[in-house]
């Protein structure tokens, strides 16, 4: 029997917050003994069939799903707050680091259209991820998004994307932070890591200093989500008079002949630089997950998160210019590029304000990522495709501690070992494949709906995004495969095929949903260009990539066939989900009594 103090709190739900038994982490009936495990293995293929074909609700995730976390997440976000935690959230290791390693090796001075190009896809996703957060306000982010409009399978897939690219992200730019604190001393970055040569070049150069800063990020997440973003804004406006003196400080000493020699790698090397530069407007995504937090979300998430989205890319195309005219892109730093740019220049005093920006950047980027990926967590592990343990909120903190302290020793232990290089270019592949997932959800959201749609109209559906999707990841392939730029034979084939598909979805599609409160203009065409976009930028990341890539998503698939399935399933059959969702969303226009109401309350 369950009872509650004189503070009106579940003593049984307050043990589950701070115990750490089997039943926190495996509470299901297929774990209750070896024969129900066993039982369960057996009946894995109706089980992944029911998984595959079950898609979630809106009010399953707003209502049912939410409240396993036992307390609320508290409501103190405005779009003030999302816009600067937008701002922090991106400008970090990307622009500080990467500018300088892609600028060298593959765009030069066009770096600057890399991040036009890698800009432009941000902004198509950023839209999707916008009419999602407000329609469905939780902390899930896209694995919500994609769990309602695409089942449960899929969902997970991305959901072990989501969390390896925050992950893989904190890594990066806590290596690149040691980066920087190194320069403001006058040090190589190598001073402060220990060598240890029998891991390899790749893994052996360990970074301590990387784990310290996590660690100390860490218990900010913890603390309190308000505090951090006060924290995140005075550290963000530091920020931002850092990015206005370097861009007119390093424009005073700019040399228009760096810009000769504009695009010496060609149109390969843009694309090529433009995709691993997408790592570079990693963190939008964590914005969306603070829809849960936000008071008026209709309102403050579409300013937020476009807002921030366009201030952004336009402070990265200064910066980029800035960068190759204040040096010549053959000599640029690959680890710490604008601090010794100025050196270059005469300005060796710069180089310190410099650093201090780029460390006060990453730190930012670091604490609202830290934020996002415990709120992906939180809701993964609501559904029970993850430990529920790591679902649980703090009843005086309002925050989900334990999701934040694995996803952050998790993100310390990488960032320990891991070049930057290989960090970035497998954080590039997981991102752009949720984005790629997350505008094909919100094609399937606008032109079905179960029940409403007719045979006919979901097969011309089905079949257009097939054709968007085939035509995309045929122009990715071709442009991989052909060694001549001028090549064009294949686009066109594969550019009209995408036309037609998108044009038939648009005249001869009925829209069977229409946004509540805010929605994506120019659907089908803006989603439809968001696929296109993100698949041509997977084209141009390297196959060892790939194969990392194809590694995590095996150990995905194993995971979820063993324990994931199993756990989500019995979770949905014991709930009834789906028969809650519907119950809600009856409440919710009015259409149940009050007994009714407090019926499904209860359960």
């Known amino acids: 029997m369950v009872t509650e103090n004189n503070d009106g709190v579940d003593d049984g739900l307050r043990r589950r917050g701070c115990s750490c038994t089997k039943n926190d982490f495996l509470p299901e009936e297929s774990f209750k003994s070896w024969g129900n495990y066993v039982q369960a293995l057996k009946e894995t293929p109706m089980r992944f069939k029911d998984r595959v074909l079950t898609r979630s609700l809106d009010a399953t995730e707003i209502h049912v799903v939410k409240a396993r976390s036992h307390h609320e997440m508290k409501k103190t976000l405005n779009w003030w707050d999302l816009m600067w935690f937008g701002i922090g959230a991106v400008i970090g290791a990307g622009i500080f680091v990467l500018t300088g390693l892609e600028a060298r090796d593959h765009a030069g001075p066009a770096v600057v259209l890399s991040y036009v190009v890698s800009g432009i896809s941000a902004l198509l996703s950023v839209f999707c991820y916008t009419e999602f957060a407000v329609e469905i306000p939780v902390a899930g982010g896209s694995f919500a998004y994609l769990r309602v409009e695409l089942g449960d399978f899929v969902a997970f897939i991305a959901a072990g994307n989501i969390l390896i690219e925050y992950v893989i992200g904190g890594a990066a730019v806590a290596r690149s932070w040691t980066s920087y604190f190194a320069t403001l001393f006058n040090y190589k970055p190598d001073d402060f890591r220990i060598i240890v040569k029998s891991l390899g070049e790749d893994y052996g150069n360990l970074d301590p200093i990387a784990v310290v800063i996590t660690a100390v990020i860490c218990i900010l997440a913890v603390l309190s989500t308000k505090g951090s973003s006060r924290f995140n804004y005075v ?38 630089a433009s995709a691993v530069l997408f790592f570079a407007y990693v963190g939008f995504d964590a914005v969306s997950t603070m829809a849960e937090e936000t008071k008026d979300p209709g309102k403050d998430i579409p300013i937020g998160l476009v807002g921030s989205m366009v201030i952004t890319t336009v402070a990265y195309c200064l910066l980029a210019v800035t960068l190759c005219l204040m040096q010549n892109y053959k000599t640029i730093d690959r680890d710490a590029p604008f601090s010794l740019a100025f050196e270059v220049v005469g300005l060796k ?47 005086k903190t309002g925050t989900p501690i334990n999701a934040t302290i694995v996803m952050l020793c998790a993100t310390a232990f990488i960032a320990f070992f891991t070049k930057l ?47 968007i999707i085939g035509s995309s990841i045929a122009s990715a392939a071709y442009w991989g495969i052909t060694i001549d730029d001028n090549g064009w034979i294949g686009y066109c084939i594969t550019v009209p095929i995408w036309i037609i598909a998108t044009s038939y979805l648009a005249f001869f599609v009925p829209q069977a949903r229409k946004p509540k409160l805010w929605g994506v203009p120019l659907v089908p065409w803006l989603p439809s260009c968001s696929i296109l976009l993100n698949v041509f930028l997977l084209g141009s990341i390297d196959a060892a990539s790939f194969g990392r890539f194809g590694v995590w998503t095996l150990i995905l698939l194993i995971y979820y066939i063993f324990f994931g399935l199993h756990a989500s399933y019995d979770t949905a059959k014991e709930t009834g989900e789906n028969k809650l969702g519907e119950e809600w969303k009856k409440i919710e226009e009015g259409k149940t009594s009050k007994t009714t109401t407090l019926d499904v309350a209860d359960q």
């Open 235 to 272: 550290a963000s406006i530091i920020h931002v008079v850092v990015i206005i003196f370097i861009i007119v400080a390093g424009l005073s000493k700019a040399d228009t002949k760096n810009y000769s020699d504009f695009a010496p790698f060609g149109a390969r090397g843009i694309f090529q």
């Open 349 to 395: 005093w710069a180089k310190y304000i410099v650093a201090i920006g780029a460390l006060k950047g990453m730190t930012t980027v670091l604490l609202v990522s830290a934020i996002g990926q415990a709120r992906y967590l939180t809701h993964i592990a609501r559904t029970h495709m993850m430990p529920p343990w790591l679902a649980n909120v703090h009843p």
């Open 421 to 467: 290089s290989i960090l970035s270019n497998l954080l590039s592949i997981s991102t752009l494949f949720i984005f790629m997932l997350v505008s094909v959800g919100l094609l399937v959201r606008r032109y079905y709906v179960s029940g409403e749609t007719s045979v006919a109209n979901r097969n011309k559906l089905i079949a257009c995004i097939l054709l």
